[in-house]
């Protein structure tokens, strides 16, 4: 099994290699957006009745419209090899890629910052902050 900091430098990588970090010099506010973009089409997915563990398949088709060519998305099998996977998953995994992605562009050992807060949280109370959520 890959380590956390494995994935991280995989994540850089494939990422630094597609060109998302051309022209250099995005802001830590920028990531963070990104981030926070990929956590909001998870909810999307959830307000639309996705339950947390269902995928789907989407594959793009062009279209016409007014002689005019637009692509749009349609449902397809996961074999399919235009198949982009969809839903609560992916889009976690998307989360989860875009923070592995900033933990390598900034060096951070995320095993040991994920070891140490996991550590610090099980020396709290229960429930700490006696909050609704």
Do not use: T, W
Request: charged share 35%.
């Amino acid at each position: 099994m890959k380590s956390l900091n494995q994935l991280r430098d995989e994540c850089y990588k494939n990422s630094k290699d597609h060109g998302f970090h051309d022209p250099p010099g995005k802001s830590v506010g920028d990531d963070v957006a990104l981030m926070h973009s990929e956590l909001s089409e998870l909810l999307e997915d959830f307000r639309n009745g996705r339950k947390p563990n269902e995928a789907y398949y989407v594959r793009k088709v062009q279209v016409f419209h007014d002689d005019m060519p637009y692509k749009i998305e349609v449902p397809c099998e996961k074999d399919h090899p235009d198949a982009k996977p969809c839903g609560i998953p992916s889009e976690i995994a998307d989360v989860i890629i875009r923070a592995f992605d900033f933990c390598g562009k900034h060096n951070i050992d995320i095993e040991r910052a994920v070891e140490e807060k996991m550590a610090f949280n099980r020396s709290r109370p229960y429930r700490h902050g006696n909050k609704a959520l």
